[in-house]
């Protein structure tokens, strides 16, 4: 692994205990949460129970409010962003995209290559069962599959 970035937020976050009950894609969320300080996440499903975990988890975690430190996407296909220029300012420099079933069928799978190649995107992590955006200005674009 060749981004520092990267590998410290596999190490320092995602390949730690405990893990969060649930499936891994959760894990990975609640750990995203946590590991870069989220206060903001969008999060346009009605999962509940999810909801509650991470208001349980980290009592300052907001849902409203703009740019979103974490935008979680449960469901690819019904993506509300569908090209970089629909996320206008609700995105800042520092903000995870983080989109569940990247793989589910060939619309998600097409989708997801879609989303690698908007113009602000520096860094993707295909993770199998989700997949992490960034928008890091100071990085060089990369694009890494990492099995958790």
């Not at 208001?55 to 090209?83: A, R, W």
Request: proline fraction near 5%.
């Amino acid at each position: 692994m060749h981004s520092p970035f990267v590998y410290n937020f596999i190490t320092r976050s995602l390949y730690t205990k405990p893990r969060y009950k649930g499936n891994k894609v959760f894990d990975i969320l609640l750990k995203s949460i946590g590991y870069f300080n989220a206060r903001i996440v969008h999060f346009p499903t009605e999962n509940s129970v999810l909801k509650d975990v991470i208001q349980e988890s980290f009592p300052k975690t907001v849902f409203k409010g703009k740019p979103y430190d974490i935008i979680y996407l449960e469901h690819p296909e019904e993506d509300p962003f569908q090209d970089y220029g629909s996320l206008g300012n609700a995105i800042q420099n520092d903000s995870m995209v983080l989109i569940n079933s990247i793989h589910k069928n060939r619309k998600a799978e097409t989708h997801w290559e879609n989303i690698k190649k908007w113009e602000h995107v520096t860094v993707t992590i295909d993770f199998f069962h989700c997949g992490a955006v960034f928008f890091r200005k100071e990085q060089a674009e990369e694009h890494f599959k990492i099995r958790i």
